[in-house]
């Protein structure tokens, strides 16, 4: 599947792979500091903001796409960064594919499987609750948004998803009733047999339970050179919750300082 993305800097190539419900313009500020040493590329993934939608919807089909990718545009040999649902593409890519990969960085998640988070459903059914053809403006939107998610940030991550059709209709860019019907499949554990035995970093939130001390088990089987840092006061949105730290970490392990400020 052919898939929008967004481009920064020149250099050897970094992919960055968003989570579930977000988009490429969620990591505009990193892949920005990251750009003044490498070419960075943040595709939307199948399903999600400007790419194409399809009912199939799997890890498999999402590595199918990152391999597309990766050949289209030539790339030799790219770093992964993966958050969240992106993470566990990017380790099913590393899987299937470890001569295709130089490094890999898994942001707040694991390869094992999750229950499916009240939080996505809640995330769902707000959006689901709208009636976006007699919606004329984003703040009435944005009002019922807040009657069903009290936290603001989450807010506002779904109202990222939120665009003009034309002048007089609005739409939702994740295609809805395809993740739902998939949730199970994509909070599954990732499937792969091998390891992937190149330099590998997990980056997980002080504050997030996505990766838990029961999980390191599984993450040093499947990528035994894998290191785990913690960012301090983080939640699972790392790179919102704090994006110089989450700098920082990256800069040690690509081994070129990225831009600390814009």
């Given at each position: 599947?052919?898939?929008?993305?967004?481009?920064?800097?020149?250099?050897?190539?970094?992919?960055?792979?968003?989570?579930?419900f977000g988009l490429s313009d969620n990591w505009v500020?990193?892949?920005?500091?990251?750009?003044?040493?490498?070419?960075?590329?943040?595709?939307?993934?199948?399903?999600?903001?400007?790419?194409?939608?399809?009912?199939?919807?799997?890890?498999?089909?999402?590595?199918?796409?990152?391999?597309?990718?990766?050949?289209?545009?030539?790339?030799?040999?790219?770093?992964?960064?993966?958050?969240?649902?992106?993470?566990?593409?990017?380790?099913?890519?590393?899987?299937?594919?470890?001569?295709?990969?130089?490094?890999?960085?898994?942001?707040?998640?694991?390869?094992?499987?999750?229950?499916?988070?009240?939080?996505?459903?809640?995330?769902?059914?707000?959006?689901?609750?709208?009636?976006?053809?007699?919606?004329?403006?984003?703040?009435?939107?944005?009002?019922?948004?807040?009657?069903?998610?009290?936290?603001?940030?989450?807010?506002?991550?779904?109202?990222?998803?939120?665009?003009?059709?034309?002048?007089?209709?609005?739409?939702?860019?994740?295609?809805?009733?395809?993740?739902?019907?998939?949730l199970e499949d994509i909070s599954e554990q990732i499937?792969?047999?091998?390891?992937?035995?190149?330099?590998?970093?997990?980056?997980?939130?002080?504050?997030?339970?996505?990766?838990?001390?029961?999980?390191?088990?599984?993450?040093?089987?499947?990528?035994?050179?894998?290191?785990?840092?913690?960012?301090?006061?983080?939640?699972?949105?790392?790179?919102?919750?704090?994006?110089?730290?989450?700098?920082?970490?990256?800069?040690?392990?690509?081994?070129?300082?990225?831009?600390?400020?814009?």
């Open positions: 599947m052919k898939l929008f993305f967004r481009e920064y800097g020149q250099g050897e190539p970094i992919i960055i792979l968003h989570g579930l500020t990193i892949a920005r500091r990251i750009a003044e040493k490498f070419h960075v590329f943040i595709p939307d993934q199948r399903n999600h903001g400007q790419s194409l939608h399809s009912d199939t919807f799997n890890y498999f089909a999402l590595s199918a796409d990152l391999q597309e990718f990766i050949e289209e545009n030539q790339l030799r040999n790219p770093v992964l960064i993966g958050h969240s649902m992106g993470g566990k593409v990017a380790m099913q890519f590393a899987l299937e594919s470890a001569e295709m990969v130089k490094k890999l960085v898994v942001i707040d998640i694991s390869p094992g499987s999750y229950p499916v988070r009240s939080m996505h459903m809640d995330m769902v059914n707000a959006m689901l609750s709208v009636d976006l053809s007699k919606m004329s403006s984003r703040s009435e939107i944005e009002k019922i948004i807040a009657e069903k998610i009290a936290d603001e940030r989450i807010r506002l991550f779904i109202m990222k998803n939120l665009y003009r059709i034309n002048l007089e209709a609005f739409a939702w860019r994740p295609n809805l009733k395809a993740i739902v019907a998939n499937a792969g047999n091998g390891k992937f035995e190149k330099p590998t970093l997990f980056i997980k939130g002080e504050k997030s339970d996505y990766v838990l001390d029961k999980d390191e088990e599984l993450i040093y089987k499947l990528f035994p050179l894998a290191e785990i840092k913690t960012v301090e006061k983080a939640g699972h949105w790392v790179h919102a919750d704090a994006p110089v730290a989450l700098c920082h970490i990256l800069s040690n392990f690509l081994g070129r300082e990225c831009l600390l400020e814009g």
